[in-house]
């Protein structure tokens, strides 16, 4: 549990480094701690060290530890189907994989039911990777424009990615970029409904290039709790 600590540290020191390579701070980056497989007593101690905001890729597992875990903002950062949504629309603060718009139709309709706008981000797959999900950089707008008129109970904040994994991270940073560029022409429209905060980039492995590229969010799980050992997960999803 101490690593955890120590761990969390070492990151924000590394975001902090990274950040000002672009002439920001570490405090202009939102840490979101990725905490698929960790119980909620190793999710406290991160909390307890710091940490705001929590991720999980399924929502089994924000349903199953949600009431162990102490206050904090909860982000559903996995792929999700709308079958779930209903499970989790009074929980999450943030949902980061938007990649249809049947899901934003559902996510409307479920916090329409809650009296609630959900806030959400736009998942774009850069380099149309069969294996990911998102849209494609040309897909972006469409979805993003469907969204705005057919859903008044979401509010975009946003855009996220996961760059194809790379030795060098740095070679995956032509896709950070592109994503970045796209980030920023939607951040100039003007619309009640777009509100755009968040550029969710970067994970373990590549969340500093990520930062350098522009990233103002970074989802970092194993750099914080340690490898993970799935054959010791009780939690499925």
Not at 10 to 26: E, I, L, N, P, S
Not at 139 to 156: A, H, P, S, Y
Not at 199 to 227: K, P, Q, W, Y
Request: one cysteine or more; a negative charge.
């Amino acid at each position: 549990m101490e690593d955890i600590k120590g761990n969390l540290s070492v990151v924000y020191q590394r975001m902090d480094r990274a950040a000002q390579q672009c002439g920001k701070t570490g405090e202009d980056v939102l840490l979101v701690a990725v905490s698929k497989t960790r119980t909620p007593e190793e999710i406290n101690v991160a909390i307890d060290a710091g940490v705001t905001d929590i991720g999980e890729n399924k929502v089994q597992e924000i349903m199953d530890k949600y009431e162990a875990v102490k206050p904090v903002k909860w982000h559903m950062i996995g792929h999700l189907q709308t079958n779930k949504v209903k499970y989790i629309i009074d929980k999450v603060a943030l949902i980061h994989s938007v990649d249809s718009l049947k899901l934003a139709k559902e996510i409307n309709k479920r916090a329409g039911a809650h009296g609630i706008t959900m806030d959400i981000l736009v998942q774009i797959n850069p380099a149309d990777e069969e294996s990911k999900f998102g849209v494609s950089l040309g897909e972006t707008k469409q979805l993003i424009g469907d969204i705005l008129e057919q859903c008044e109970n979401v509010r975009i904040r946003g855009l996220m990615s996961v760059a194809p994994i790379a030795e060098d991270p740095r070679d995956v940073k032509v896709y950070f970029d592109k994503v970045k560029e796209q980030y920023d022409e939607f951040s100039r429209i003007d619309h009640p409904n777009l509100d755009f905060q968040y550029l969710s980039m970067g994970m373990s492995h590549d969340f500093e290039v990520a930062i350098e590229a522009g990233s103002n969010l970074v989802r970092v799980g194993s750099a914080i709790f340690g490898e993970r050992d799935y054959s010791k997960a009780q939690i499925g999803g």
